[in-house]
């Protein structure tokens, strides 16, 4: 299974910060998977932003709730991320990532995309 984001590497304050992972090799409907958005800003450690399920179900980390969605288009076997309201402190490399509900307990992932940079700056 092969994972890659994609979307804009700058994006303004204010604005919505829009990323998209295409998976090759493997179904986003598979059971029992999950398809998660990981961050990890500079010099900072892995932040996970939320996840959807292989049924559609979405869940989200407390702290960005407010501000994150995720979705899937199954025709394409692409799931997106958008964050709202972006500031400096979003900028970090976006990773997105597939896991078993175990592994996603553990912190554990079995494909990763390669990461990308985006940039909040004016």
């Known amino acids: 299974v092969q994972l890659q984001e994609s979307g804009p590497g700058l994006v303004k304050p204010s604005q919505t910060l829009s990323l998209t992972c295409t998976v090759s090799g493997g179904s986003i409907t598979t059971n029992y998977y999950y398809w998660s958005w990981i961050r990890q800003p500079p010099g900072k450690g892995l932040e996970w932003i939320g996840h959807i399920t292989y049924s559609g179900s979405t869940y989200y980390s407390p702290s960005l709730k407010s501000r994150t969605s995720i979705s899937r288009d199954t025709s394409n076997n692409q799931f997106s991320l958008q964050l709202s309201s972006v500031t400096p402190e979003d900028t970090a490399v976006y990773y997105c990532?597939?896991?078993?509900?175990?592994?996603?307990?553990?912190?554990?992932?079995?494909?990763w995309g390669q990461g990308t940079q985006v940039t909040v700056s004016s």
């Open positions: 990532a597939s896991s078993n509900p175990t592994g996603w307990a553990r912190g554990e992932y079995d494909y």
